[in-house]
């Protein structure tokens, strides 16, 4: 497994809400797509040091709580961050993070 095979609790939570057209209904290829990345991932639950983190950045900056939660999880595990939501994650010390659409 390589880093990209490690997720949150909340990027799957995200990626299976997040799966529906405009029109609010389920692409049925997109589900399967959703379902197969998230089987083949090691998804990380909110630990103590998770927890720790978390408080740490929503007392230090105006970060929303899930945005938080996933940054935790990746500063608590030494993990990189592949998103392209930049801006939601700048200026947080030792995080690393990856825009897959600027590689």
Do not use: H
């Amino acid at each position: 497994m390589n880093l990209a095979d490690y997720k949150s609790f909340l990027s799957v939570l995200r990626l299976t809400l997040g799966n529906k057209s405009k029109s609010g209904k389920t692409d049925k290829g997109t589900e399967e797509q959703v379902k197969n990345f998230i089987s083949d991932s090691i998804i990380y639950d909110i630990d103590a040091d998770v927890l720790r983190e978390c408080v740490n950045l929503r007392r230090r900056r105006k970060i929303k709580t899930p945005d938080a939660i996933i940054a935790a999880t990746a500063l608590a595990n030494g993990f990189t961050i592949i998103t392209n939501n930049e801006k939601d994650f700048a200026n947080i010390k030792g995080l690393k993070i990856i825009n897959p659409y600027k590689l």
